[in-house]
DNA sequence: CATGAATGAGCGTTCATTCAT
DNA sequence: CATGAATGAACGCTCATTCAT
C-alpha cells in the first residue's frame, strides 16, 4: 500500500466532495480523478463512506493543530474566542462537505461519531476559554458552561445559513457578524432583562 | 379522492419520514405503509414531492397558528420570545424531518423554498417582538436586527444539536436551557467586554 | 347510450389523435376533453383501441365515398387515377395517425385488419381504372396487375416520406410532385430499357 | 469488456427486437436473454437506445459494403439497379425492425438520424446510378432527380407491404416483382399517356 | 495488490384497465 | 349507464459493492 497512492485518492476525491458533495460523486468519478481503478479504492479505504471518514479526520486533525497553534497567540480570551469562532467558520466554508457532516449529521455511523468527538472537542476548547476568562474575572456569573453552550449554537446557527448569507453578503461581512454577535452574547442585549430574570 | 384515504397516507408516510426521513423513505414502502396501491399514490399527491410538500405545508400551517395564538397571550416581549422559541424547538423535535428540511435545506427546490419562507416569517415574528422590545425600552442598542439573527442563530444551533442533546439529557432540561440561553443573551455573560468593544 | 355522448368522444378523441397521435395521448385526456368520465369511455368503446378503431373506420368511410364520388365525375383513366392518388394523399396528410396506422400497421390486430381491408379496396380501385384504361387501348401490356402495385407502392412510398418532405415543401409541390410521378410510370423513365428487357 | 459478451448482448437484443420490436422489447428481457446482469447492459452499451444504435450501425455497416462491392460487379445501370433494390429488401426483410426503423422513422431522435442518413445514401446510389444511365443514353429524359425519388418511393412502399405480402407469396416472388416494377418504371406503363402530358 | 467487468436491488413514475358506488 | 378512485405491472436507469483474473 503506496502511502503516495493512498494521498492521490484521497486529493481527488477531496477536489470532487468540494465541488459537489460527497452524495452526488460516485466511486467511478473518484476513481477516475485519481487514476486507479475502482477496486484499489476498496482495497485501501474498504468503502465510500470510508474514503469521506478518512479525509474528514484528516481535515478535522489539521484544523485543530492550527486552531491551537493560533489560540497560543492571543492572551485577551474574548479575542481568543473571536479569532476560534473566525477560524472554524473558515474551516467549515473551506470544506463545505465536511460542514454538511459536522452541522447536519449526514453520513453513516461512523462519519457522525466523528462529528459527534469533533464537536465535543470544540465545546472543549470554548470551555477552556471561558475557564480562563472566569479567572481573569471577565464573566461576571458562574454559569459558564451556558455560556459556551451558547457560543457553540450560535456559531452552528450561523453556519447553518452560510448558502443563504453567501448570496448577499461577503465573506468579511460574515466574519465581521461572527464577531459582533460574540461580543453581543458577552456584552448582553436588554437593559432590564438582566435584573429581572436573573 | 376520499380526504380519509388522504389523511391515511399522509400518517403513514409522516411515520416512515419522521424514522427514515423522506429520501431513505421509497413510495413503495409508503404505499405498503398505507395500505393502497404505488398509483393511488400519484392520483393523491402528483408524486414523492408531493406528499412530502404537503405534509411540510400542513405542519408548518398548524404549527405557525397555534405559535400566533399562544403569542397574543403574553405581553412581555422576553416572556414571548421565551414562549416562541420553545415551541418552535417542540415543534421541530415533534418532526425531526422537518426539521431536517428546515434546518439542512435538504430536498428539492421546492422543500427549499418552504424552508426559506418558513425561516423568513419566523425571523419576522422575533423582529416583530424585538421591536416591541425596543418601543417598551427594554433592548438598549438599536442593533435589534442584529439581535435577531443571533436569538436566529441560537435557536438554529441548539436545534441541530437535539439527537445529540436527547441521548443525555431530558426534553424539559432542554426547554429550560433555551430560556436560560435567551435571557443570558440579553442580559450579556461578560463585564467588560461591553464597554471594551462597543 | 346516447349517439351525441359517442360523437363528442370521438370527435374529443380526433383532436388529440391529430396533435399527438394515439399513442401519445392518454385515455384521460379523452376523457377529460369529452367531458365525460373515463369509464363512459370503456362502456362505450371498450378500451382505447376501440376508440382508435372506430374513429378509423369512420374517417376511411367518408374519405372512400367521399373519393368514389369524385372519380364518378372523371372520365379519363390517367386523369381519375391522378385524382385519386392526390385525394388519398390529402386524406391522409390530413389524419396522420390514420396515415400511422394505414402505412406503419400500428396498433392491435384489428387495426391492422382494418388498415389490410383499406389497402385492399385502394388496391381495387386503382385495378378497376386500370382496367378500363386497358379496355381504352390506354395501356400497352397486359400487366395491369403489376402496374396496379406499382402505383399504390408509389403513394405508399411517398406518403411515407410526407413528414421529411413537408420541411421543404408545401403542399401543392407534393402534389405535384404526386401527378408527375404517377405519369412518369405511365410513360416510362428509359428509351431502350423497355425493349431490351421485356 | 469482452467482445464476446457484447456480441451475445446484441445477438440476444437483435432476436427480441426482430420478434417484438425495440418498443416492446424491455431491457430487463434483453439482459436475461443474454444472461447478464442489466447493469452489464448499461456498461457496454449506456442506455437502452445504444444498444438499438449499436445494433442499427452495425448491421447498415454491413450491408451498405456488401451493397456496394456487388454493384461493381455489374456494368448496365438497369441491372444494377434492380441489384440494389433486391440486396436493400433482402436486408429490410431479414431485419424487419431495422425495416421500422428505416421506414417508419420510429424511435429517438438518434434512431431518426440514422435512418434520415441512411436514406440519404440510399438515394445517392440510385442518383449515381441514374447519371451513369443518363450517360450512357440509356435515360430519355432529363429528370433524373424525379425518376431517382421515384424508385425510392417504389421501393419503400413495396418494403412497407412486406408483412402483407409475405403471407401470400414466395420471397422470390416478390423478388421478381422488385424488379419487374423497377423495369416497368423505365419502360413506361401507358402507350398514349407520355405523349398528351409531357 | 491492482484491476474493472459484473452485479442487482432499488429508484420514481406512467397509464390502460377495472369495478364498487 | 355514469362515475372516477384504485390498481399494479412495467418502464429505463443508477451505483456502491464484489470478486475472478
Redesign the interface.
Known amino acids: 500500500m503506496k502511502a503516495t497512492k493512498r494521498r492521490n485518492i484521497l486529493a481527488a476525491a477531496e477536489k470532487l466532495f468540494e465541488r459537489f458533495g460527497p452524495a452526488k460523486t460516485g466511486v467511478d468519478e473518484i476513481a477516475a480523478a485519481a487514476g486507479v481503478a475502482k477496486g484499489t479504492l476498496y482495497n485501501y479505504f474498504g468503502s465510500k463512506e470510508g474514503i469521506v471518514r478518512e479525509l474528514i479526520t484528516d481535515k478535522i486533525g489539521l484544523f485543530e493543530k492550527a486552531l491551537k497553534a493560533g489560540l497560543d497567540d492571543i492572551s485577551d480570551p474574548?479575542e481568543k474566542l473571536k479569532s476560534a469562532a473566525v477560524e472554524r467558520f473558515r474551516f467549515l466554508h473551506r470544506s463545505p462537505y465536511i460542514a454538511?457532516i459536522i452541522?447536519?449529521?449526514e453520513g453513516d455511523a461512523t462519519s457522525r461519531e466523528l462529528a459527534?468527538s469533533f464537536?465535543s472537542r470544540q465545546r472543549g476548547i470554548v470551555a477552556r476559554i471561558m475557564d480562563e476568562?472566569r479567572r481573569r474575572?471577565?464573566?461576571?456569573?458562574s454559569?459558564s458552561a451556558?455560556?459556551t453552550?451558547?457560543i457553540?449554537?450560535?456559531?452552528?446557527?450561523?453556519e447553518?445559513?452560510l448558502?443563504?448569507r453567501l448570496d448577499s453578503a461577503r465573506i468579511e461581512d460574515i466574519e465581521a457578524?461572527i464577531t459582533?454577535?460574540i461580543?453581543?452574547?458577552?456584552?448582553?442585549?436588554?437593559?432590564?432583562?438582566?435584573k429581572?430574570?436573573?
Do not use: C, P, Q, V
Open positions: 474574548l454538511a452541522l447536519h449529521r459527534s464537536e476568562a474575572g471577565a464573566i461576571r456569573r454559569d451556558g455560556i453552550d451558547g457553540i449554537y450560535l456559531l452552528k446557527g450561523l447553518l445559513s448558502k443563504d457578524e459582533r454577535l461580543t453581543l452574547f458577552f456584552s448582553g442585549a436588554g437593559k432590564a432583562a438582566g429581572r430574570n436573573l
